[in-house]
């Protein structure tokens, strides 16, 4: 799932989420993302990264990743400031057309708390917690409602 397209001082970065239907180990290459120019010409990202990490030219580190838990994959294009939108972008052979090119990665602003905690509560135990809701609000954070359980 795409969640954006932004500049960068390197170029024109774009952020996926990316989830599978089962648990497996995975790597992503520079193969996996491209975008058609719009005199037609096929552009493969210069850089990969997985949740943050380092770009590189080749392919990812291999992780884990495991069924409903989405992993954040980032493909770095070799564009110049003055793109505002990709005429076509194409993520492992799915193809979305006209996609926005933001100015930087500013998220939305999050939505308003409507009322604080009454109070801390001290946990012991075994509990399970669930997350519903859930929205990044900056790069290496996300907001969640948690429910837990005893």
Same mark, same amino acid.
């Given at each position: 799932?795409?969640?954006?397209? /932004?500049? $960068?001082?390197?170029?024109?970065?774009?952020?996926?989420? /990316?989830?599978?239907?089962?648990?497996?180990?995975?790597?992503? $290459?520079?193969?996996? &993302?491209?975008?058609? &120019? #719009?005199?037609?010409?096929?552009?493969?990202?210069?850089?990969?990264?997985?949740?943050?990490?380092?770009?590189?030219?080749?392919?990812?580190?291999?992780?884990?990743? /495991?069924?409903?838990?989405?992993?954040?994959?980032?493909?770095?294009?070799?564009?110049?400031?003055? $793109?505002?939108?990709?005429?076509?972008?194409?993520?492992?052979?799915?193809?979305?057309?006209?996609?926005?090119?933001?100015?930087?990665?500013? #998220? &939305?602003? *999050? #939505?308003?708390? $409507?009322?604080?905690? &009454?109070?801390?509560?001290?946990?012991?135990?075994?509990?399970?917690?669930?997350?519903?809701?859930?929205?990044?609000?900056? *790069?290496?954070?996300?907001?969640?409602?948690?429910?837990?359980?005893?």
């Amino acid at each position: 799932m795409l969640q954006g397209c /932004y500049h $960068t001082n390197a170029g024109v970065r774009c952020d996926f989420n /990316y989830a599978t239907k089962s648990d497996t180990l995975e790597a992503w $290459t520079v193969l996996f &993302a491209e975008v058609v &120019a #719009a005199d037609g010409a096929n552009i493969k990202p210069s850089g990969v990264s997985v949740v943050n990490g380092e770009f590189d030219d080749n392919n990812t580190p291999a992780i884990n990743v /495991y069924k409903g838990v989405p992993v954040k994959v980032s493909a770095l294009f070799d564009l110049p400031r003055t $793109t505002t939108n990709l005429r076509i972008l194409t993520v492992e052979g799915k193809r979305a057309d006209n996609v926005p090119v933001r100015n930087s990665a500013a #998220a &939305a602003a *999050p #939505a308003p708390v $409507t009322a604080a905690p &009454a109070q801390a509560i001290n946990i012991s135990g075994n509990w399970t917690a669930s997350l519903t809701g859930c929205k990044q609000v900056k *790069p290496n954070e996300v907001v969640c409602a948690a429910t837990l359980r005893k």
